[in-house]
């Protein structure tokens, strides 16, 4: 029975020793790993640059793809909801918003002079009366669609 | 914080895409609208989050624009009339094209705060996009302009024809790519204002030419332009939410004018060209000739035709709108109905002043939408139909599109009236439609003329039928 026992806390030890062991060799790989992605990382970056994988051609692909979208989701509206279609994608179309709160947003330390809080401002009241204005009337349009009443 | 801010606007785009998405059935519409709302709140939040104002007078004045603006925008949505959809949704696009206009202004002044460079080192690249989005944001802001005047009648829906028209346009347009091309060279403010001040005039010029009843071809253009214009300054600001937006709309409107322009079977090109079809009180002298005989008939006589058929198909038209006769129409529909007689409406693609305007209209006098069918639906019925009524509606009626290939409204899709065994025409007098063409339908023998105001002559058959 000692015996035995004597044995498996042999084995537990052995276990737990390889295990520390693996456990290093596990953190100098991490380590070497580290060290090679800092290695990499400007590698990448300059072969990014170099090879012209631009945010702009990313963008475009988003654009391009975003016609397609729309083309197809478009034709699928019924022609009975072409007005609330107009009222709607005026209303999200408004999120050039995001543009003027950049604007106002921005402070003298970003280089932002009184004209250009001025002009976002402008840009963010034409916006929301956009914003506000496009939503609620769509809602009210569509609201006013009903079914027949079965009776 | 950047990557976090990019998938939330990548979100609100795809919550716009599920808006539009929404409108295939007016069953799903109004969660798609609620879509539209959310991916809008996110847009403005994350901007908030990544961009917010570091000083209390930045915070003052975001608020105080979303307040002011946000409250102008409800109290419109609630007060204006469904007829006046048109030149609302007009005005609303002119704001955009505005609101890009100073966009671009704001990212031309203080360029570090948009990080597209720093002041007199801007990117070529956001040069372009900003030139092209201030371009096409100031001809839709002029141009919408104009549009919502001619809708609104603030200004008469005659084509006006500048002499030398299209030689001072080009002019211009050629103008606009020099000035561009100068403005990505020197990055000087003054040629940014020089293409603004070009781009303004020339949306004035492009839209006065057109005639008000082309007016669904321009408002779903307009549409499409402002979403380019969108589209232009996203790219400037490297905003994922805007491109997809912009991209949306501007496919969305080109769609549009593309539907209105197969409507009339003429070509977008002769659309903008102009100087076609003012509106029917312009072009409305062309009787002065013999006068054809024609039946005339009262109210009584209607409800009485009515009353005894079978089924009766409804077919709207500009004229309804102009009277606002659609809830009168929808009580003498009632009274049909009770009277066991199938009432359905027709729609003609290009009804109205803008895409689905009648559709509009008649859900406001609680018609239910599954009596409302487009022309390719409905159009093979009106050989079994008792009764077309016809209320508003003139050159979409028009058999002389089918059988004349000479009229100016030949090839255009039509819808069959006089197929049904009898016709009522409700029109105010024995003038012209808007292309200035006879409608020898008048003449035929199975035509009633009821001539009045389309309102009055409702409440009149509807009084008749009691």
Redesign the interface.
């Known amino acids: 029975m000692a015996d035995a026992l004597q044995t498996l806390r042999d084995a537990a030890e052995a276990a737990a020793s390889s295990a520390a062991a693996l456990a290093e060799a596990a953190r100098g790989v991490a380590a070497e790993a580290a060290a090679n992605a800092e290695a990499a990382a400007p590698v990448a970056d300059a072969a990014a640059h170099a090879s012209g994988v631009d945010p702009f051609v990313f963008r475009l692909a988003i654009f391009v793809l975003s016609i397609f979208i729309g083309y197809y989701v478009v034709w699928s509206v019924t022609p009975a909801l072409h007005t609330p279609l107009m009222s709607v994608t005026n209303a999200i179309s408004s999120v050039i918003v995001v543009g003027a709160l950049v604007a106002v947003g921005a402070d003298a330390a970003e280089g932002a002079t009184q004209a250009t809080k001025i002009f976002g401002f402008i840009a963010l009241v034409l916006a929301s009366v956009n914003i506000f204005g496009g939503f609620l009337v769509t809602e009210r349009m569509l609201g006013m669609y009903k079914p027949k009443e079965k009776k | 914080m950047e990557n976090f801010a990019a998938l939330a606007y990548l979100v609100?785009?795809v919550l716009?895409?599920m808006?539009?998405?929404g409108?295939?059935?007016?069953?799903t519409?109004?969660q798609?609208?609620r879509y539209?709302?959310i991916?809008?709140a996110l847009?403005?939040v994350?901007?908030?989050v990544v961009?917010?104002?570091?000083?209390n007078e930045?915070v003052l004045?975001?608020v105080a624009?979303?307040a002011?603006?946000?409250?102008?925008?409800?109290q419109?949505?609630?007060k204006?009339p469904?007829t006046d959809?048109p030149q609302?949704?007009a005005a609303?696009?002119s704001?955009?094209g505005?609101?890009?206009v100073?966009?671009a202004?704001?990212?031309l002044?203080?360029?570090?705060?948009?990080n597209i460079g720093?002041?007199g080192d801007i990117h070529a690249?956001s040069l372009v996009e900003m030139s092209l989005g201030v371009a096409i944001g100031a001809i839709t802001f002029t141009g919408s302009v104009i549009a919502f005047a001619k809708l609104d009648g603030r200004m008469s829906g005659a084509p006006i024809m500048l002499p030398n028209r299209h030689l001072i346009n080009g002019a211009l347009a050629a103008g606009l790519v020099f000035m561009v091309y100068t403005f990505i060279q020197t990055q000087d403010v003054f040629w940014f204002w020089a293409i603004t001040a070009a781009a303004l005039a020339l949306g004035v010029l492009i839209i006065i030419p057109i005639g008000g009843a082309d007016m669904p071809v321009v408002?779903?253009m307009l549409?499409s332009y402002?979403?380019w214009a969108?589209?232009g300054?996203?790219?400037?600001?490297?905003?994922?939410?805007?491109?997809?937006?912009?991209?949306?709309?501007?496919?969305?409107?080109a769609?549009?004018s593309y539907?209105m322009c197969a409507g009339m079977n003429r070509s977008f090109i002769s659309v903008i060209l102009g100087g076609w079809g003012g509106d029917a009180a312009a072009a409305g002298g062309g009787e002065a000739g013999e006068q054809k005989p024609y039946k005339r008939g009262s109210a009584d006589d209607a409800a009485f035709i009515m009353q005894n058929a079978g089924s009766v198909i409804i077919v709207p038209g500009y004229g309804m709108a102009v009277a606002q006769a659609q809830h009168a129409l929808r009580e003498m529909g009632d009274k049909l109905k009770e009277a066991g007689v199938d009432v359905k409406y027709a729609?003609h693609?290009v009804a109205g002043r803008?895409?689905?305007?009648m559709?509009?209209l008649l859900?406001?006098a609680?018609v239910?939408?599954?009596?409302?069918f487009?022309l390719e639906d409905i159009n093979s019925e009106f050989s079994r139909a008792d009764v077309a009524f016809v209320i508003g509606a003139n050159d979409v009626t028009n058999p002389s599109a089918k059988t004349d290939p000479k009229s100016p409204i030949a090839g255009m899709p039509v819808l069959d009236v006089e197929n049904a065994k009898t016709v009522l025409f409700v029109k105010r007098s024995m003038g012209a439609g808007y292309a200035g063409v006879e409608n020898p339908l008048f003449f035929f023998d199975q035509t009633m003329m009821l001539l009045g105001d389309a309102k009055k002559m409702c409440e009149d058959i509807v009084k008749a039928m009691d």
């Not at chain 2, 409108?23 to 069953?27: A, F, G, I, R």
């Open positions: 609100s785009g716009f895409i808006a539009l998405r409108l295939s059935h007016p069953t519409s109004r798609g609208n539209g709302m991916g809008m847009a403005i994350t901007t908030l961009a917010g104002p570091s000083s930045g004045l975001i624009g979303l002011l603006g946000g409250f102008a925008g409800a419109i949505a609630k204006v469904m959809m609302l949704v609303f696009h704001l955009v505005l609101a890009a100073f966009v202004a704001a990212a002044y203080s360029p570090v705060a948009f720093v002041p690249a408002v779903s549409n402002s979403g969108a589209a300054i996203g790219f400037t600001l490297g905003n994922e939410a805007l491109i997809i937006t912009g991209s949306l709309v501007g496919s969305s409107g769609i549009l539907i729609i693609p803008m895409p689905g305007h559709n509009v859900a406001e609680n239910p939408y599954d009596e409302v487009e």
